[in-house]
Every structure is written in structure tokens, then in C-alpha cells.
């Protein structure tokens, strides 16, 4: 299978959200261009063996798969991991190659999907799932990019990228909370953008098409979305985590050094077309 093989030795990606769907084969195919990856999901035991494939797939590359299975929002647990990773680093230590982080990845899904108003209030989003969807799915990106520039485990260069939605700019029902999650996302990454280019680190979101992971499954009317997108996209079919891997990946050669602070479509097109203009064959 045909890759691009462009990390220096030593180069690591930190996932956040590597278990399954976008970060799962993004790290996959970072793996087949020379990364170990470093990764962080929030998985129970029903959906422990969809990690353990995908660190199987990424081992399976020759490269490392280092996993914690633990909330991303979770302070403590953040500084548990970048502990970790700075005690791996030590130990692969080579002055010609120094280990560092070359990619960062965003991409948990853990959002709260109710109405922001309604007559019923068990309809209706509390302060604490807003807080935390926004936690989650947003402010987090900072801490963790806070906590990796600080550590000074980010390679000069490295690139950042934070899954975004269509709903960043676009109303759905129920998707309220990541609606506004994902519109902080993206502002935090034209702002990492800025802060960050004195050391010739990148930071972009990837706006994915509709793709049938586990986290569209959660979306209340997904049947819905995945017909219209159907319809919209001009190939007619639905984006897949290995379109969105591949491009991740193809931007983090050093020839797309120069896109910076950008919102890049990963959806064949879709985004770009706004009315149903396709019927489905009956
Ligand atoms: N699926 C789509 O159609 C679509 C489209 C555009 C954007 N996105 C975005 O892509 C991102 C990834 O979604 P996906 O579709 O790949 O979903 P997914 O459910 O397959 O993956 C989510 C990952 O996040 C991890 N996770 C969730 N909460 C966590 C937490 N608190 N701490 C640590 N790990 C946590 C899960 O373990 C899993 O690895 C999300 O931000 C989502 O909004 C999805």
C-alpha cells in the first residue's frame, strides 16, 4: 500500500480520541509514514476491543503504540500522560534525532445532544453538559497544547489539527452544545495559529464530511444526516476515517508548511454544495 514516508526517526503523534473513527485511522496511516503514536481514548469494556485492534493496526507498522485509556478532560490525567511521554522520550534519547511531537491530533467526541430551550426540562441541556461538552470538545485542545509547549515536547514545525463539523457553522437539532464547541475549536485554532508560528508550528481544523463512525451513530436523526449527505456530496457516498487520515497525513509534509490557521474541507466537496439537488434512485 502506497504511503508518503516523511517523519524523521524518532517522531511521535499525539491522538486524542485514537481509539476509533477519525483519530483510530489517523494514527494508523501516521504509523505507515514512520510516527509512533502516543494516544489518548476513553474506552469501557464494550468498546475495549475497537482500541485494542487499532493499536494492534498501528504495532503492526513497526511503530509504537502507546495508549491511556482515560478522560482527556481530566487535568490530573493529562499531566499523568505528558509525565509519561517525557519519561518514553528519555528513554529514546539520541542527540542526532531527538524525540518530539510532530503532530497533534483533536478528535474526541463526548458532547451532550439536547435542546438548548424547551417546555420539558429534562429536554433540555444543563449548565454542567454544556460545561463539559465544551470541555471536552474545545477547551481542551488548549490544555493540552499548553502542556505539550511547555514540556517542550513539540518538534519545531509541528502541526496541529482539531476535527471540526459542518454544525461549527450550521444548525442541526440537538447539536447545540457541539455546535458552539466546535465554532471554539475552531476560533482556539486560528488563535494557536498566531501564538505559535515563532516556532514554526502549524495549527489548522479538518472540517470531515458525514461519516459513519461511532460518534454520528449518537447523533439523534443520523438516518437523516446520512441521506442528505448522500445527496449532497458530489460523489454520493459518505466520507470515510481513511479519506480524512489521508489528508491529515498528506498535511503534514513540510510542503504544506504554509497553510496556517485554516478551516480545510475533508468531504469530497460536500460543504461545498448547499441545496438537495440529487434524487435518490427509487
Ligand atoms: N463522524 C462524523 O460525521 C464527523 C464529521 C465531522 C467531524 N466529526 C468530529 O470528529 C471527531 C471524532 O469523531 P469520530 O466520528 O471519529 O468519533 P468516534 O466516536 O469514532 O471517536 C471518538 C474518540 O474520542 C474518544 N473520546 C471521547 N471522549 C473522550 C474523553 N473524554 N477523553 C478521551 N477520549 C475520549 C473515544 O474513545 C474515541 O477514541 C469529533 O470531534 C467529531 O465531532 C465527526
Redo the contacts with the bound molecule.
Sequence with gaps: MATLNIAPPNSYALI?????????HTAIELAKAGYHIVG????RAA?MPI?EATKADIERTGAKAIFFN?????EARRKEVIAAIQQEFASVYNEEHPPSIRVLL??????SLKMLVSENPAEMLTQKQIEMTMD??AN?LVYWVQDVFQAKLFARGARIF??????SSRVLPMYGS?SAA?AALESYIRQLALELAPWDITANSI??????????R?IPGNDI?IDNAMMRNPFHR??T?ENVAKIITLLTHEYASWINGDVIRADGGENAVDVTWWKKEA
Excluded: E, I, Y
Design positions: 486524542l480520541g485514537v481509539s476509533s473513527g477519525f483519530g483510530g489518548v481514548h476513553l474506552d468498546t482500541a482515560v478522560n482527556a478532560a481530566d483533536h478528535s474526541l467526541a463526548f458532547g471536552v470538545m481542551s482539531a476535527m471540526t463539523s459542518g454544525g457541539v466546535k472540517l470531515a464530511g458525514v461519516t459513519d463512525t461511532a460518534a454520528l449518537k444526516l459518505l466520507t476515517p
